[in-house]
């Protein structure tokens, strides 16, 4: 009876939603976490994501990697609708989850190649909790699958505007690019210089009329400073569910590295596999020739061999 | 023709259950399925009854179990439950002639793929060479368009309808080309670029919104390094400068040493000259003398000092050269002449001299340490 009063109020609830969507705000709250079994570089790659998100929720290592539909219930208890949870395997490969929670969609994604903030040496700096400008490649709008993880990225690293620990200002970017089939991800802060004074002392004479309309007649020059962290993304999978329901898509092109590192050792091993046949070979070669002391065939006696000669 | 309760009933309407049609569907397989087997004859025209007797009762009986089993069957034969399969039916007809063409041209490319890729079990007969060269894919191709789209549409802002300030992301209108992603710097450059063209356009459309955008100067909160981890960057920048300047000191240095070098070997070579060149004049001298010996009676002549005459006009005499005086420059660092003996001990000088003594100490004026006990109190 329960089920059944609750798909009918479910559904109710639904169709009041319908027209209350057309207002829809930015309302998003992330909960990061990860698995256990991360590698220090992994953590700090978290914290820093997560200073960098001022609506997100850090919270503490799940214990497990079998059933993270758990996930769900907890981004729920955290009153979260994204989750970016970092899977790691065997202590060395990271994979990032992200997923509306409690619906989906879900994106799996291999993470490489990544710096955190404190080894990169960047100079660059920015607030913390400041919305970033998110700036994405046109080539996300390509393909559905693509356009999925464009829209999770907006809502997970987009910084809504009444987040409660956001600052006012805007001094960060962040870059998303498609390349190789991955996702490249960059920081940078949003440096604004005015333009110098030797440069601009001719015209500051000429337009003394300029700076009384506005003040803004001289146009500040904006260079961008790295801050860090760098990492890159291989989206593998995406779920239909919130880390569940059937698989939607499937990169066929992304390699395992559990394959790559098996290939590199087969192919050690080959070499080895390799020697050794050439051994064999070798031994059966002088048995034909009837070199071997034991086994393979005799050796042909000659008229003209010593003991042939000499009998 | 089904009597339930209210609710079971509204929840199959809910569901978009039409027993009617429900019931005809199953009338009509059953028809089908009789026809066939009388096709395939032997069967006899009453068993064919009775079969469509068990159906019937069979569909009672779970028509009476209720709206739980059908679910369960909904679920399990698609993919989507109830309120999804609504919002797909929105969707399809929203974008009809869209994502049927876009379903066309996917399946199309897929089959295209699919004829591409190469299963594992035909690698295995090709040369080594020609393996490097193919990429295998074992995976079959999961590219779900509709369902993606679909997800897209559930869970997408509508940016185009929300102020620029609200959701902050800027797509480039071109797609960003990186020809080769090995290449560290043409690749950082043009994310660098796409970046910066983004700042760009969003900073005009915010500062037209009315947000503020620069922080200004007296304006303290916290950062996401903090000073620490800037100091720190500070200090390896420092470093690296000045390691960059040793090193090139270092280089100009070992330059120097080498051209240095070459300097005291045409010095030498020089000096070689000289001697051959002076013990040739002494030789033409001599030759020029040896006719003539009696009659000079020049007291120069009779010293020779026709050979220093000679010899002057090309050699410097040592004392005038200049250069590096080393037995002074050595004398000077480690001090020559006078006597070392008795050097540290007294003398009249040194017992003269009372700034060491104070009346105060000899008289024991100084404080006394206080007791063990009594220091021990004051801590």
């Not at chain 1, 333009?195 to 961008?224: N, Q, Y």
């Not at chain 2, 080498?258 to 033409?284: L, S, W």
């Amino acid at each position: 009876m329960a089920s059944v009063y609750k798909s009918l109020s479910k559904t109710n609830g639904h169709e009041k939603e319908g027209p209350a969507n057309g207002v829809k705000k930015n309302k998003q709250r992330v909960l990061i976490l990860s698995s256990r079994g991360i590698t220090y570089r992994h953590r700090h790659l978290l914290n820093d994501i997560a200073s960098l998100l001022p609506h997100s929720r850090k919270d503490a290592k799940l214990d497990t990697k079998s059933k993270l539909y758990q996930l769900n219930e907890l981004a729920e208890l955290y009153n979260c609708n994204n989750v970016f949870f970092f899977e790691a395997r065997k202590g060395k490969d990271l994979y990032l989850w992200m997923s509306k929670a409690p619906n989906g969609p879900t994106v799996k994604m291999h993470m490489q190649n990544l710096h955190t903030m404190e080894e990169l040496h960047f100079t660059g700096n920015c607030l913390k909790g400041s919305r970033p400008i998110l700036s994405f490649d046109a080539s996300f709008d390509k393909e559905p699958h693509l356009r999925v993880i464009k829209e999770l990225f907006l809502h997970i690293f987009g910084v809504p505007k009444g987040a409660r620990k956001a600052k006012p200002f805007i001094d960060h970017v962040m870059g998303f690019t498609l390349a190789d089939g991955k996702i490249w991800i960059r920081n940078y802060q949003i440096n604004e210089t005015e333009p110098s004074k030797a440069a601009t002392s001719d015209p500051a004479k000429a337009a003394p009329k300029e700076k009384g309309k506005g003040g803004k007649g001289r146009e500040t020059e904006v260079s961008l400073v790295e801050i860090g962290p760098r990492f890159v993304l291989t989206p593998i999978v995406i779920q239909e569910g919130s880390f569940g329901g059937p698989i939607i898509y499937e990169n066929k092109e992304f390699v395992s590295p559990n394959q790559v590192r098996s290939e590199i050792r087969l192919k050690k091993a080959g070499r080895y596999n390799a020697r050794a046949e050439q051994g064999i070979e070798r031994l059966a070669k002088k048995g034909e020739l009837g070199l071997r002391t034991s086994g393979g065939g005799k050796m042909k006696r000659d008229e003209l061999d010593t003991a042939e000669l000499f009998a | 023709m089904v009597t339930k309760s209210k609710l079971k009933m509204a929840l199959a309407a809910d569901k978009g259950v039409d027993y009617k049609k429900l019931h005809l569907k199953k009338k009509e397989k059953i028809a089908r399925k009789g026809k066939a087997k009388k096709h395939g004859g032997e069967v006899e025209p009453t068993n064919g009854k009775k079969v469509e007797e068990e159906w019937e009762d069979v569909e009672e009986e779970s028509n009476d179990e209720g709206v739980e089993l059908d679910e369960e069957e909904s679920g399990s034969e698609e993919e989507v439950d109830g309120p999804m399969k609504i919002d797909f039916a929105g969707i399809d007809e929203s974008d009809s002639d869209s994502s049927a063409g876009e379903n066309d041209q996917n399946n199309e490319e897929s089959d295209d793929e699919d004829e591409e890729d190469i299963p594992m079990s035909d690698l295995e007969d090709l040369d080594e060479e020609e393996k490097e060269d193919i990429i295998p894919h074992q995976r079959l191709t999961i590219n779900n368009t509709v369902a993606l789209t679909a997800a897209l549409k559930r869970i997408a802002l509508p940016i185009s309808k929300l102020p620029f300030s609200e959701h902050q992301s800027v797509t480039t209108s071109e797609p960003v080309s990186i020809p080769d992603v090995s290449d560290d710097l043409n690749r950082e450059l043009a994310f660098y670029a796409q970046s910066l063209s983004a700042v760009q356009e969003a900073r005009k459309s915010l500062k037209a919104e009315g947000v503020p955008f620069t922080r200004p100067t007296d304006y303290f909160a916290e950062m996401v390094k903090a000073d620490e981890h800037m100091a720190k960057i500070k200090a390896k920048l420092i470093d690296e400068a000045a390691s960059k300047k040793a090193s090139a000191e270092a280089r100009k240095q070992r330059e120097l040493k080498k051209f240095g070098k070459q300097v005291q070997v045409a010095k030498i070579q020089e000096r070689d000259k000289e001697r051959k060149q002076t013990m040739e004049k002494i030789k033409v001298l001599k030759r020029k003398r040896q006719g003539a010996d009696t009659e000079t009676t020049n007291e120069a002549d009779m010293f020779d000092v026709a050979v220093d005459d000679e010899i002057k006009d090309s050699k410097a005499s040592r004392k005038d050269r200049q250069g590096p005086n080393k037995r002074q420059k050595k004398d000077e660092k480690f001090g020559f002449g006078g006597k070392k003996r008795f050097k540290k001990s007294g003398d009249a000088m040194s017992s003269g001299d009372l700034r060491g003594f104070s009346s105060k100490k000899m008289k024991g004026g100084a404080k006394q340490r206080p007791g063990k006990a009594r220091r021990a109190g004051k801590r």
